[in-house]
């Protein structure tokens, strides 16, 4: 895959996909289904995340699956939506020094 940023990106076979003309048809797919607003693509990265994220999925595993290099990336790029992830980490913390102390 090319770098981050560049207008062209390959798929499978030889034909090169313009980053244009991908956000051109996803729109075309969202007003065809009915969905109203303006959608880019990365609105499905996005969701991904926060549905993984809301499901338990361990930060490195999301990073993992949505390529990034580590998991830096992406609680940099993800903290908002991996903020369920944090909150579950403190609230175990909490259970397990609640119970060690009572």
């Given at each position: ?82 903020r369920p992830v944090i909150t579950t ?14």
């Open positions: 895959m090319k770098a981050s940023g560049e207008s062209q990106r390959k798929s499978q076979g030889s034909a090169t996909l313009h980053a244009s003309h991908v956000r051109r048809d996803f729109r075309a797919l969202c007003k065809k289904a009915g969905i109203e607003g303006v959608w880019a693509p990365r609105e499905l990265r996005h969701t991904f995340v926060s549905v993984m994220s809301e499901s338990g999925v361990a930060v490195e595993e999301i990073a993992h699956l949505a390529g990034h290099a580590s998991s830096r990336t992406t609680e940099t790029i993800y903290r908002r939506e991996l980490g403190a609230d175990v913390m909490d259970r397990i020094f609640i119970s060690t102390t009572t």
